[in-house]
C-alpha cells in the first residue's frame, strides 16, 4: 500500500473517532434529557395521585 493510502485510511479513521466521540456526549446530553423527564414525570404523576385521593 502507498503512503497516500495510508495517510488517507489513517485520516478517515480519525474523522470516525471524532464522529463517535461527537455522537457519544451528544447521547449522554440525550440520557440527562430523559431521566430529567422522568423525574418531571413522576412528580407529576404523584400529585396527581394526591389529588385524586383528595376527591375519593
Known amino acids: 500500500m502507498t503512503n497516500?493510502?495510508?495517510?488517507?485510511?489513517e485520516h478517515t479513521i480519525q474523522l470516525l473517532?471524532?464522529?463517535l466521540e461527537?455522537?457519544?456526549t451528544q447521547t449522554g446530553h440525550v440520557w440527562r434529557e430523559l431521566d430529567s423527564i422522568?423525574?418531571?414525570?413522576?412528580a407529576l404523576s404523584r400529585v396527581?395521585?394526591?389529588?385524586?385521593?383528595?376527591?375519593?
Open 4 to 9: 497516500y493510502k495510508l495517510a488517507y485510511i
Open 17 to 19: 473517532i471524532s464522529k
Open 22 to 24: 461527537k455522537v457519544q
Open 38 to 42: 422522568q423525574s418531571d414525570l413522576y
Open 48 to 56: 396527581y395521585k394526591d389529588f385524586i385521593l383528595e376527591q375519593e
